[in-house]
Nanobody, 132 residues
Framework: QVQLVESGGGLVQAGGSLRLSCAAS????????MGWFRQAPGKEREFVAA???????????HYADSVKGRFTISRDDAKNTMYLQMNSLKSEDTAVYYC??????????????????????WGQGTQVTVSS
């Protein structure tokens, strides 16, 4: 059974940076599309970023418009770990951040799942708080 565990959250000032990690145990994550979502207080969970892998050296990424240019998603399949580097953080980035695994794998096209219903394995979340 696959388990996902996030870490790296915390309190940071606006303009600062944090790096989140998502460690996968059990089966490897190497062929599956992985994603980050977040949920702010009183709001629905929203897509942040996703990453797929077509071969050993080729990755595809997709970002929500709200984080494009500030966040970077990456993965180290040898370590079964995914990352989210968050720079230039804003108060509106405050949320619980979740990593998730989709049952989808890279299919040669450009489609990347952005709806939470397209992911079936979730971590417990890590809190990110950005103070202004």
């Amino acid at each position: 059974q696959v388990q996902l565990v996030e870490s790296g959250g915390g309190l940071v000032q606006a303009g600062g940076s944090l790096r989140l990690s998502c460690a996968a145990s059990g089966r490897t994550m190497s062929t599956y599309i992985m994603g980050w979502f977040r949920q702010a207080p009183g709001k629905e969970r929203e897509f942040v970023a996703a990453i797929s892998r077509s071969d050993l050296y080729t990755y595809y990424v997709h970002y929500a418009d709200s984080v494009k240019g500030r966040f970077t998603i990456s993965r180290d399949d040898a370590k079964n770990t995914m990352y989210l580097q968050m720079n230039s953080l804003k108060s509106e980035d405050t949320a619980v951040y979740y990593c998730a695994r989709s049952p989808r794998t890279y299919d040669g096209g450009s489609y990347m799942p952005v709806d939470e219903d397209e992911y079936n394995i979730w971590g417990q979340g890590t809190q990110v708080t950005v103070s202004s």
